[in-house]
């Protein structure tokens, strides 16, 4: 695998925040539990580690094979007559007696070829094995950004329900001394009472976001980290699309993982043809027997060293079938090659694109949530002189809360697609997370 990556300064710029509660838990905090105890990456690593020694089992067939065995056995003999002048009779003996055998390849081009497909499976693993690494880094951080969403939702939504619960503690005084209707306070009861609900949705959210954590960290993290408001956007660096792109053709982990399957595809044609080439071996045998019968014990020793080739004639054309079937393979995975350049093409492109409309979202979704303020503040005036109704107000107040939650999310959302970015360029890593983490209080 080539680990060459470019350099990819980091998307974003944060103000160092001071901690302001020691126990509380930062991204790169979670990260290292998640890395210790999600199952997914445990079971990638152990896929990789099993994978890994298919090198050295595939080289063990181009070293020696020393085989040794050993045999015994009781004998009953009857004859009659006379064999070689030797009176028949009835004989027990016994034979036993071992042998050694030392094989050595001298030429097997089907093991040469595995060899190089051995190697190139261990690439592979290492590659999809870095794929997993990265995937963990996106996880995390998307299950993180996913409580504190929701913590920023139920905190909205216990504000919009003592800001409704004010205005229908208003209407209700109002309503006393006659100067509104009561369907003014009916709109208020009931707007309250759909805040009460969206409360009451808010928390189970947030049980569950802590839950979605707790499956890769293996226990409920709740004390984290929040997002500092002093953080600042910037555009991504290089600030070029086709420069992204070109980074991500070469250095993307499934685009990579991909190639190594070309090659593997490749060498499985060059592996079924090695079926119709010879074999050549040197071949070392040793055999010691010890046996008996009607002409007494004897003792047997036999020793060999020689050259041993096999050639192929003709198997039932099973060589010329497999051959097909691999070129049909390896044709397969040129196609799915030109698929996953043109998805990483797109997968670039639009993360790239994400960032950009990011930072502009998040720029428009604050001016809202400022806008939103001032019309509530207005309205609220205006009902208190009686020019605007308590239905008005609520409408308003229902505005800024949205406002304040689309703000919210927005943020969470640009960090998340930098982090998008820099894995379809392949040169997403768990140290990204201490830029981010930096920007946490």
């Not at 445990?42 to 990789?48: H, S, V």
């Not at 990579?256 to 399957?261: E, K, P, R, S, V």
């Not at 071996?281 to 003792?299: K, P």
Request: one cysteine or more.
């Amino acid at each position: 695998m080539n680990n060459r990556l470019i350099s990819l300064p980091i998307l974003f710029l944060c103000t160092l925040c001071f901690q302001s509660d020691a126990l509380a838990s930062g991204l790169i905090d979670v990260y290292t539990i998640a890395k210790a105890q999600d199952t997914i990456i445990k079971e990638a690593e152990a896929n990789y580690l099993a994978t890994s020694q298919t090198s050295p089992i595939a080289r063990a067939s181009l070293l020696p094979q020393v085989n040794f065995s050993a045999e015994t056995s009781d004998n009953s003999l009857k004859t009659e007559g006379q064999t070689f002048g030797v009176s028949g009779g009835d004989v027990d003996y016994n034979s036993h007696g071992y042998s050694l055998r030392l094989t050595q390849t001298l030429y097997n081009r089907d093991f040469y070829v595995q060899l190089k497909q051995a190697n190139n499976n261990v690439a592979r693993a290492q590659a999809e094995f870095d794929a997993s690494k990265q995937a963990l880094v996106l996880r995390v951080t998307e299950l993180y950004f996913d409580v504190l969403a929701a913590q920023d939702n139920l905190k909205f939504a216990i504000a919009e329900k003592d800001a409704i619960n004010r205005q229908l503690e208003q209407a209700e005084n109002r309503f006393e001394v006659g100067l509104i209707p009561i369907t003014d306070v009916k709109e208020a009861q009931s707007s309250f009472d759909s805040a009460v609900a969206r409360e009451i949705d808010a928390e189970i959210a947030l049980e569950l976001a802590i839950d979605a954590l707790a499956v890769i960290t293996g226990a409920r993290v709740t004390n984290l980290k929040t997002l500092s408001q002093r953080m600042e956007l910037v555009r991504p660096d290089p600030d070029n699309v086709t420069d992204w792109i070109n980074t991500a053709l070469n250095q993307n982990l499934t685009l990579l993982i991909n190639q190594y399957d070309i090659k593997i595809a490749k060498q499985e044609i060059q592996r079924n043809r090695a079926q119709h080439l010879p074999t050549l071996d040197i071949v070392a045998a040793y055999n010691d027997t010890e046996s008996g019968g009607l002409t007494g014990s004897r003792e047997t020793e036999d020793s060999s060293i020689g050259l041993e080739l096999n050639f192929p004639i003709f198997q039932g054309g099973r060589t010329h079938y497999q051959i097909k079937e691999s070129q049909y393979l390896y044709a397969a995975s040129l196609q799915a090659h030109e698929r996953i350049k043109r998805e990483t093409t797109r997968d670039t492109r639009d993360a790239y694109h994400n960032v950009i409309a990011g930072i502009s979202r998040v720029a428009a979704f604050n001016r809202a949530v400022e806008s939103a303020e001032v019309a509530a503040e207005a309205t609220e005036a205006g009902f208190e002189v009686g020019t605007r109704t308590s239905v008005d107000v609520l409408l308003t107040l229902r505005s800024v809360f949205q406002a304040q939650r689309d703000y919210s999310r927005s943020r969470y959302d640009y960090l998340l697609d930098t982090l998008r970015l820099k894995r379809a360029a392949g040169a997403l890593s768990a140290d990204d997370l201490l830029q981010i983490d930096a920007c946490l209080e």
